[in-house]
């Protein structure tokens, strides 16, 4: 039987970097779309929003490998295919333009997406894209 600390000593350690966490969500969200989520968040599950800015963008999101744009890219095919989470949908989508991917690259995504998951889910997925563009617009004061 192995045990925990023999374990340990076989396996990477993960590299989490709670500052660079905040400092890569500060990078890919803006502050209307973190402060819609993670002071509500706090309240309902204190500590968990933290957990999540530590072990996703302090830790996934670091990883080699993958550029920010593909990360992207697969953030945006998984949520669509996942269905049902249009806030995260959308706060991507918005991502997506803050990291340098056009509106054609973000809506190209759901068309390509069709045949894989489905024609309703990728519609449904356009219209989240769709809304959140429009509202980047706005936001722009385009």
């Known amino acids: 039987m192995t045990t925990s600390r023999e374990l340990s000593e076989q396996l990477t350690p993960a590299k989490l970097d709670r500052d660079e966490g ?3 969500l500060d990078l890919l969200q803006d502050e209307a779309t973190q402060q819609a989520t993670l002071p ?4 309902v ?7 999540i800015i530590t072990a996703l963008f302090g830790g996934t999101y670091l990883r080699d490998g ?6 992207q890219l697969i953030n945006l095919a998984a949520l669509t295919a996942v269905g049902g989470v249009d806030p995260q949908l959308s706060g991507h989508v918005k991502t997506s ?3 340098g991917m056009t509106r054609q ?3 190209e995504v759901f068309v390509h997406l069709a045949p894989y998951i489905g024609v309703p889910k990728a519609l449904a997925g356009l219209r989240v894209a769709a809304a959140a563009l ?9």
């Open 134 to 142: 429009a509202d980047a617009d706005q936001e722009a004061g385009r």
């Open 45 to 51: 599950a204190p500590g968990y929003a933290d957990w």
């Open 97 to 99: 333009l803050r990291i």
């Open 40 to 43: 509500g968040l706090e309240q």
């Open 105 to 107: 690259e973000v809506i």
């Open 22 to 24: 905040y400092r890569m």
């Open 66 to 71: 993958l550029s920010l744009r593909d990360r």
